[in-house]
């Protein structure tokens, strides 16, 4: 099968390749560069375990093919930490406030998050819920995912998260 030359820029690095016009973002992430962070769950878009940020909007890995995504510029989860390598205000706010258990729909859940607080930094947990329904979680329930994103919200307005939850 013939292939396509696509460029883009991952986690702010360019990136080049030649991609089978059927290859899903999904697999070229994984396959091709081995960013294994965003996961292969439904393959149908509903679980949003695959998400990533692509050209300021959550889009779901195993629903775009890579020749969709050239000249995008793409964040995995591989990308969200800080740039000194901590964790991020949202990456801590999970580990914080246990808002994982099994951890596999944890990647989509948090780049997901990541979005929703560029376009919406002070969510209200109503907000913070309808945010993320197009992600799902089959361990937590969901109460410290909320939790964990107020937290990071908190953390990235500059207040404490005790004073976000009042």
Do not use: W
Request: hydrophobic share 40%; with cysteine; proline share 3%.
């Amino acid at each position: 099968m013939a292939k396509t030359h696509i460029s883009l820029t991952i986690n702010g690095a360019p990136v080049e390749a030649l991609v089978e016009s059927r290859t899903l973002l999904i697999h070229f992430l994984r396959e091709q560069l081995n960013l294994t962070g965003a996961h292969i769950g439904c393959d149908t878009g509903h679980c949003g375990a695959c998400t990533v940020d692509m050209d300021e909007m959550s889009v779901k890995s195993c629903m775009t093919f890579a020749v969709q995504a050239n000249g995008a510029s793409i964040t995995t989860i591989e990308g969200i930490a800080n740039p000194d390598g901590t964790l991020s205000a949202l990456q801590e706010g999970f580990r914080m406030m246990h808002g994982l258990q099994c951890g596999y729909c944890t990647p989509g859940m948090i780049l997901r998050a990541h979005r929703l607080l560029l376009e919406n930094p002070d969510p209200s947990e109503e907000e913070i819920r309808y945010g993320i329904a197009g992600n799902l979680c089959r361990c937590t329930g969901y109460v410290n995912i909320v939790k964990a994103i107020q937290y990071a919200a908190a953390k990235i307005n500059g207040t404490s998260y005790s004073e976000a939850a009042e």
